[in-house]
T-cell receptor, first 118, second 117 residues
Framework: GESVGLHLPTLSVQEGDNSIINCAYS??????FIWYKQESGKGPQFIIDIRSNMDKRQGQRVTVLLNKTVKHLSLQIAATQPGDSAVYFC?????????????????FGQGTILTVHP | GAVVSQHPSWVICKSGTSVKIECRSLDFQATTMFWYRQFPKQSLMLMAT?????????EQGVEKDKFLINHASLTLSTLTVTSAHPEDSSFYIC?????????????FGDGTRLSIL
């Protein structure tokens, strides 16, 4: 349901700094995780993903770290630019159900507002 | 370019009217489409999952008679908000999943901002 009165965490950085955005997930059965960027008035944009058999994955200027022991996910953005300012969401994909069928449904985390100052 | 198109992008209407939102997959067949709702400063909440040719599966707490979903073809799903009221004002986002040369689990549209007066 809705989280009435809940404010999104915010992160403010200077242009050129590295940014780290964190996410805690709840379902230990989740086997696939994605980070999305959402700009104002737009849909989520895929950034990077990671499967549960990995603990680190790198992309262009971004790195995702997965700690399954504590169910924690982080997104690191190197040399952050003003164009990186947006809301960042992690999402987890449920693993197969008891019948072995994957729903493919995503559960989104709370989100973090990243503001990059020139 | 965009692989999922949503229309309209913004709609304002009077309380009591019904509003239809379209979600189209471009250049691929979407076996499954998802509808999300997002309130300001909040996360995306899944409303329902629809598979082509079958009834949609609604998440707990989502009224299926209020939010009618039709997935009549492999490239089109529609969400109709029936007898809309101000509390239905929100940002509605669809996504599509299908056979596409992409490792992404879902491709998202750019959302529809619905404002009920």
């Amino acid at each position: 349901g809705e989280s009435v009165g809940l404010h999104l965490p915010t992160l403010s950085v200077q242009e050129g700094d590295n940014s780290i955005i964190n996410c805690a997930y709840s379902n230990s059965a989740s086997d696939y995780f994605i980070w999305y960027k959402q700009e104002s008035g737009k849909g989520p944009q895929f950034i990077i993903d990671i499967r549960s058999n990995m603990d680190k994955r790198q992309g262009q200027r971004v790195t995702v770290l997965l700690n399954k022991t504590v169910k924690h996910l982080s997104l690191q953005i190197a040399a952050t630019q003003p164009g990186d300012s947006a809301v960042y969401f992690c999402a987890e994909n449920r693993a197969t159900n008891a019948g072995g069928t994957s729903y493919g449904k995503l559960t989104f985390g709370q989100g973090t507002i990243l503001t990059v100052h020139p | 370019g965009a692989v999922v198109s949503q229309h309209p992008s913004w709609v304002i209407c009077k309380s009591g009217t019904s509003v239809k939102i379209e979600c189209r997959s471009l250049d691929f067949q979407a076996t499954t489409m998802f509808w999300y709702r997002q309130f300001p400063k909040q996360s995306l909440m899944l409303m329902a999952t629809s598979n082509e040719g079958s009834k949609a599966t609604y998440e707990q707490g989502v009224e299926k008679d209020k939010f009618l979903i039709n997935h009549a073809s492999l490239t089109l799903s529609t969400l109709t908000v029936t007898s809309a009221h101000p509390e239905d004002s929100s940002f509605y986002i669809c996504s599509a999943k299908g056979e596409l040369r992409s490792n992404q689990p879902q491709h998202f549209g750019d959302g529809t901002r619905l404002s009920i007066l």
